[in-house]
């Protein structure tokens, strides 16, 4: 059965930092593209970042870039979001998502195949 889990939310001050991960099991992260993704109530899921099967490209929201960093560590089954400078504007659920490979990233939600449960994101003004 595959699972994909998140953690590392909470509740930060603006421009303060955290790092959310996002661990995989029942699957190899390793030949997945993943992304995060974002919602708030009412609102449709919004794409945060992607990173390639190999690490070796990622993609970005206008709204994030220079501001947060995807990476991932294969050996760990694990992917990152380390997340700066944080806005009361990112208060979100966040979410991570996994696509079956072999496959380009995507910035569009219902191309991935695995999500977890998200978590919560809030940031304080």
């Known amino acids: 059965q595959v699972q994909v889990l998140e953690s590392g939310g909470g509740l930060v001050q603006a421009g303060g930092s955290l790092r959310l991960s996002c661990a995989a099991s029942g699957l190899t992260f390793t030949t997945y593209p993943v992304a995060w993704f974002r919602q708030t109530p009412g609102k449709e899921r919004d794409f945060v970042a992607a990173i390639s099967w190999d690490g070796g490209s990622t993609r970005y929201a206008d709204s994030v870039k220079g501001r947060f960093t995807i990476s991932r560590d294969n050996a760990k089954n694990t992917v990152y979001l380390q997340m700066n400078s944080l806005r009361p504007g990112d208060t979100a659920v966040y979410y991570c998502?996994?696509?079956?490979?072999?496959?380009?990233?995507?910035?569009?939600?219902?191309?991935?195949?695995?999500w977890g449960q998200g978590t919560q994101v809030t940031v304080s003004s």
């Open positions: 998502a996994a696509r079956n490979g072999p496959a380009p990233t995507s910035t569009t939600w219902y191309r991935y195949d695995y």
